[in-house]
């Protein structure tokens, strides 16, 4: 019953705004009052989501979906309350927002380890799509790969994964090698490049876990023998002459 009335408070409120909005833009005293009722709207929508995600671990999935829709608010109305000609930051909003999401999702429950890689992958996404607004577009490969090694490398320290915990690394060492190629220009890129790789296997061997020879199986356990002992020697009858 209580939250059939705060859902019906939420909206109502949600609807007088929206109205009020779409008046404004009528007369002229907001521009894009519809697009910021829409954002309204899709913020109210993830509301709804998140209410039920944070009230209980079980609800680990309405993360998704409400940071979804709570992207969806700010990408709205960050393109109806921003003048046009300033820095475009929506797309970065909408899919920082996506990403956000999925940390969530691990934040609430470490054992869905497997959250953080879409998380890290959107996260990334967000950020080569804001270097264009501080003219550092030259740098989205750089920034995509180190991003994603990045992600890889965190699987191996936070808790949640299972007991391998090296895997990950492989990955991230390729992508930070990737990230170092595309951001050091070609004729400089072996005099960093070795240092480097010497570093890197230079770690390797110092953090790398010995391999132990499998124990030899002990030997089964005979019980001791004992030496038999002689039966008794039979008792000779008496003889006659023993009588008489």
Do not use: C
Request: hydrophobic share 55%; net charge neutral; charged share 10%.
């Amino acid at each position: 019953m209580l939250r059939r009335i705060q859902s019906r408070v939420l909206w109502g409120i949600l609807l007088i705004g929206g109205g009020i909005l779409i008046l404004l833009q009528n007369v002229g005293v907001v521009p894009k009052g519809l697009e910021l009722f829409w954002a309204l709207v899709f913020a109210a929508a993830a509301v709804l989501f998140l209410i039920p995600f944070v009230a209980a671990a079980a609800n680990w999935w309405a993360a998704i979906p409400g940071f979804a829709l709570m992207g969806l608010a700010a990408l709205l109305g960050y393109g109806s309350l921003v003048p046009a000609g300033r820095s475009d930051w929506s797309g970065s909003l909408f899919m920082g927002m996506l990403g956000l999401g999925f940390v969530a999702v691990y934040l609430r429950q470490a054992h869905h380890w497997w959250a953080l890689i879409p998380g890290g992958v959107l996260v990334t996404l967000a950020a080569v799509a804001g270097l264009d607004n501080v003219a550092l577009a030259h740098l989205g490969g750089t920034v995509f790969f180190f991003g994603l090694g990045m992600t890889f490398a965190l699987l191996a320290v936070v808790p949640g994964p299972a007991a391998n915990r090296r895997w990950p690394l492989y990955p991230a060492l390729a992508l930070f090698l990737l990230a170092l190629i595309t951001w050091v220009p070609g004729e400089r890129f072996a005099l960093i490049a070795g240092p480097v790789l010497l570093i890197g296997f230079g770690l390797y061997l110092l953090f790398r876990r010995p391999r132990h020879a499998p124990p030899v199986p002990a030997a089964p356990h005979e019980p001791e023998s004992r030496p038999e002992e002689a039966p008794p020697a039979p008792e000779t009858p008496p003889s006659v002459e023993d009588e008489s």
